[in-house]
């Protein structure tokens, strides 16, 4: 549907309820709205618990709910009053896609199910995220980014050799769901494009965990050996891991290709490995894994890192550092990526996060940075504009307590 607001992109002419809170769901609306969609997010008066999430705030809204939710607009809808509910149908009407992460059932106890919804609006497409997906013996049960990692074994293979399980530092679990929910909500906007039908697409947080865990679960399925901790390696590539270096920086190699292997050892210092029978080939550098790895991790302590990662680039060896998280930041390559953006809020202030992954050539190349909403920021605007509600109908909601808005 298109829309009054000045949007770019590929996305433009959709329109997104986004009913979403926490991580998953706010993240995969914000990649929508980052590709042009019009996106609104529909909040109970309370608003997404998010916005109080300590330590950093601005504006009196927290870095979390910051970082996940630009270019959106916020309405405050009462999704538990009949008025509330009814006002939401209406705008089913208008929108292309509902986006929502409530625990299964709960919108058909609100009446708002995608059974209720493509009544109103055939088109329509919905994409549901929870913890286990809408069947199921866990169906029922909370699950978070950390329940679902331990879950899926993927944190089984997390941590130091000889250490203790660990989850990853980034949210793979609710970052994962929110990606794939991107995706079933676009394959199903394409199924609207041929077929006029919507759809309602089902995505777990756990599903979408287990699907990562790709060669690690086929190595598991044909051999029944258990993947354990890998530590800061590869379980197949003996090259493809993190070394100490002589001034006390970690860095990674990938030297996957004979070429590279014999690259790695020039620029160490040992271009007799290549020759050495345990070392020739990829499957007997794995057999003698220890041996090689004692070699390389004397000769990595005895250069600086800068420069070795100089001649590693030189030997067309892919290698890096360790970086910590403000020295990734600030990376050359992720400034010319344009992938730390400001945002200016329409008091003055700014704010930094990271940018959006997609880019585009073209004139619809988005360029859409709007400063994440305060809570019910939009609301009259939305009603306005998509349902068009006088001031008057819309300070009687207000008062009902139906919606809310500055």
């Given at each position: 549907m298109n829309n009054t607001s000045p949007r770019s992109g590929p996305l433009a002419h959709l329109t997104v309820l986004d009913i979403t809170q926490f991580l998953a769901g706010p993240y995969g609306t914000q990649i929508l709205g980052d590709l042009g969609a019009r996106v609104i997010k529909v909040e109970a008066p309370e608003g997404d618990i998010t916005r109080s999430t300590p330590p950093h705030f601005l504006q009196g809204e927290s870095a979390y709910y910051l970082s996940v939710n630009r270019n959106k607009e916020s309405i405050v809808l009462n999704l538990k009053d009949k008025e509330g509910q009814a006002l939401f149908l209406e705008l089913v009407r208008k929108a292309d896609i509902v986006y929502e992460n409530y625990r299964p059932g709960v919108l058909k106890r609100l009446g708002i199910d995608y059974d209720t919804l493509s009544k109103v609006n055939p088109r329509l497409v919905m994409c549901?995220?929870?913890?286990?997906?809408q069947d199921g013996p866990y169906r029922d049960r909370a699950a978070y980014d950390i329940i679902v990692q331990a879950l899926s074994?993927?944190?089984?293979m997390t941590g130091e050799e000889g250490g203790k399980p660990v989850r990853a530092g980034i949210p793979l679990g609710d970052l994962a769901a929110g990606m794939f929910g991107v995706i079933a909500a676009l394959s199903g906007m394409a199924h609207v494009s041929a077929t006029g039908e919507g759809r309602h697409f089902d995505v777990s947080m756990l599903d979408c965990q287990m699907s990562m865990l790709t060669y690690q679960a086929a190595y598991c399925l044909m051999s029944g050996e258990v993947p354990g901790l890998q530590g800061r390696g590869h379980r197949s590539l003996t090259t493809y891991r993190a070394y100490l270096c002589g001034d006390g920086i970690e860095v990674v190699v990938a030297a996957n290709s004979d070429k590279m292997w014999r690259g790695l050892c020039e620029v160490l210092g040992h271009p007799e490995l290549p020759g050495d029978e345990r070392f020739k080939e990829r499957t007997s550098r794995l057999r003698y894994r220890k041996d090689l790895d004692q070699i390389l991790e004397a000769a990595f302590l005895r250069v600086d890192s800068a420069q070795v990662l100089v001649a590693l680039e030189a030997a067309e060896v892919p290698a890096a550092p360790i970086n910590t998280v403000d020295r990734a930041l600030a990376d050359p390559q992720v400034a010319?990526?344009?992938?730390?953006?400001?945002?200016?809020?329409a008091s003055g202030e700014h704010l930094r996060v990271v940018g959006n992954p997609v880019k585009m050539r073209g004139q619809d190349a988005p360029d859409n940075r709007r400063f994440p909403p305060h809570l019910g920021a939009d609301t009259s605007q939305v009603f306005q504009e998509l349902l068009g509600l006088g001031s008057e109908e819309l300070a009687a909601l207000k008062a009902r307590g139906v919606v809310a808005g500055p």
């Open positions: 549901s995220l929870s913890g286990y997906g074994g993927g944190m089984s010319h990526r344009d992938m730390v953006i400001d945002l200016t809020h």
